[in-house]
């Protein structure tokens, strides 16, 4: 579909598992589907990380 001014289609937002870090100090995050381990470290500041959820892009 073609938008006004060449814009693209946005992107559909889909709620997405995520582990997150649980330090106050670190912001890191990463899609569930992306790690190899059952309980990843942070691969910011190696603290632990706990499950969630997010809203963020789809990816195909």
């Known amino acids: 579909m ?4 060449n814009k693209k289609e946005p992107t ?3 709620e997405t598992n995520i ?3 649980t ?3 670190c ?3 990463m899609r569930e ?3 190899f381990e059952e309980t990843p ?10 499950k969630g959820v997010k809203t963020l892009p789809q990816i195909n």
């Open 2 to 5: 073609a938008y006004y001014n």
């Open 12 to 14: 559909p937002e889909v």
């Open 19 to 21: 582990w997150s870090c």
């Open 23 to 25: 330090s106050d100090d």
């Open 27 to 29: 912001a890191g995050w």
């Open 33 to 35: 589907d992306f790690t």
């Open 41 to 50: 470290a942070c691969p910011l500041c190696q603290s632990k990380m706990e």
